[in-house]
Every structure is written in structure tokens, then in C-alpha cells.
């Protein structure tokens, strides 16, 4: 993995003239990497769209792949900021060892705060292509190990421990992790591919209405595939045969 881009800001101008040209540089890289991709955008054109000269870049990323980092870091630090309580708030409900229900509820509160993160910010709406590019595998590898290390490989583990333990099984589980990526992809893929949502619905927009529907019928399906892990949890549980019992004694007959 490529070390993080240093983080520099203009001599001449000071810090705080240094940290808009950084910014305006950011938000140019992550509409073109979102329109051409990491290979279809030069620095020359994000400089350009950006109002600064070429060298710029260089100045403060060192290359096109220190402004691709840039960009993720940017993200990354933008959806923690919305998503932290959450989640942190999730973590304490597992620690405390809370009963199903109140680990449902935390689960469905960090989905909709995805959800609305990723459907009512101004930003999210450039970083779409972007994101949707760099999940797809067409970014440099060093973007997706950036993204596992900052966010992914914290909310997975999260989301499949929530898993893990509405299932009776390991958060590592390869069960655990199939169930665990289903329920956390409908919010993702209907962001992404937000203009085939929009088109299919016949919608022209996400609004706050419309937010609400999407998410009460998100939760819903949330709510009943979760529960639905409880139910084989228990039946299995039910199933298998306690030490000392008749059914355990009959079982090791049967197997003899």
C-alpha cells in the first residue's frame, strides 16, 4: 500500500489559504475520478477544473494517486462524522450484552444513518460514481485498502458481530458474513445505482418523504430477515441435545 499523501498547505499564503486550495483540488478529483476514472483523469484536468496551476498537485499530493487518497480520506471522514454516535452507541449495546431486540434496534439505526447521510448530504451526490468506480475495482489498490483500514473492515465487524449473535454463531462464520453482507446492501447498491432506482420508481429525486418510505421499508425487511435468524437460532439450539438429557442418551444409542 502506497504511504498516505503528506499533507501540505502554501508557503506563501499561509495555512488557511493553503487548506481551500487542498479542498478545491479534492473536490475537483472526485467528480472527474467519478466522471473518467483514476485512469481517464489527468492532473491536468483536475488542476484546471480545480483554478489552480499543474504543479499544484505535486506541491500537495506528490501525484495523482496522493489526490485519489486525498479523496477517500475525505469520505471517510465525512461519513464518520454523521455515522460515529451509531455506532459507537452499537458497540456499548454489545459489550452490555443487550437482549435481540435492542440489537436489532442498533443495527436499523446505523443503516438509516447511512441511508440518510448517503441521500441528504449535498457531497454524497459527487462521490456516488466515485465510490461506485472504486468498489468495482477501478481505482489503484491502495484506495481500497485505504477504505477497508479507515471504515469497512470497522463496520463489518460490527454489523457481523450484531449478526453473529442473532445467530448463534461466530462473527467470522462464513454464514455470518453472507447474512451480514445481504442486509447491509440495499441502502449501498440503491445509492449507487441511484439513477436506475430513480428511473424505475419514477422518481426525479430523493426528498424527505420519499427517504422515509424507502428507509420504513428497508427497516422492515431489516427487521424481519433478523428476526427470522433469531427463529433458526433457536430452533437449532432446540434441536441439538443437551449432555445427561433422554434425548442426547437416545441419540448416542442411535449412533452405536
Same mark, same amino acid.
Given at each position: ?8 498547505? +502554501? ?11 487542498? +479542498? ?22 483536475? $488542476? ?7 504543479? $499544484? ?16 480520506? @475525505? ?62 475495482? @477501478? ?118
Amino acid at each position: 500500500m502506497s504511504p498516505a499523501p503528506r499533507h501540505r498547505h +502554501a508557503i506563501d499564503g499561509g495555512y488557511q489559504r493553503g487548506e481551500e486550495t487542498r +479542498a478545491r483540488i479534492v473536490d475537483a478529483a472526485l467528480a472527474l475520478f467519478g466522471e473518467h476514472g483514476f485512469d481517464g483523469a489527468s492532473t491536468r484536468d483536475i $488542476a484546471e477544473r480545480a483554478g489552480v496551476n499543474a504543479p $499544484a498537485i505535486g506541491y500537495y499530493f506528490d501525484n495523482k494517486e496522493g489526490v485519489y487518497l486525498a479523496c477517500i480520506e @475525505h469520505i471517510v471522514s465525512r461519513v464518520w462524522a454523521h455515522i460515529l454516535e451509531p455506532v459507537e452507541s452499537a458497540e456499548t449495546a454489545l459489550e452490555n450484552n443487550v437482549d435481540d431486540d435492542r440489537l436489532i434496534e442498533a443495527f436499523c439505526a446505523i443503516q438509516a444513518s447511512l441511508a440518510q447521510f448517503m441521500f441528504t448530504s449535498a457531497e454524497s451526490d459527487d462521490w456516488r460514481m466515485f465510490m461506485a468506480r472504486e468498489q468495482a475495482g @477501478h481505482g489503484p489498490s491502495s484506495g481500497f485498502e485505504l477504505i477497508d483500514k479507515k471504515i469497512s473492515c470497522r463496520l463489518t465487524n460490527l454489523s457481523a458481530t450484531i449478526v453473529g449473535r442473532l445467530l448463534g454463531r461466530p462473527a467470522d462464520d462464513e454464514e455470518t458474513l453472507i447474512r451480514t453482507l445481504t442486509l447491509n446492501g440495499p441502502v449501498v447498491a440503491f445509492h449507487i445505482h441511484g439513477r436506475k432506482s430513480l428511473r424505475v420508481l419514477g422518481w426525479d429525486a430523493v426528498d424527505a418523504t420519499r427517504l422515509a418510505t424507502l428507509m420504513r421499508i428497508i427497516k422492515e425487511q431489516t427487521v424481519t430477515l433478523m428476526r427470522s435468524m433469531i427463529a433458526l437460532r433457536d430452533r437449532q439450539a432446540s434441536d441439538t441435545p443437551k449432555v445427561g438429557s433422554v434425548k442426547a442418551i437416545n441419540s448416542k444409542r442411535v449412533q452405536r
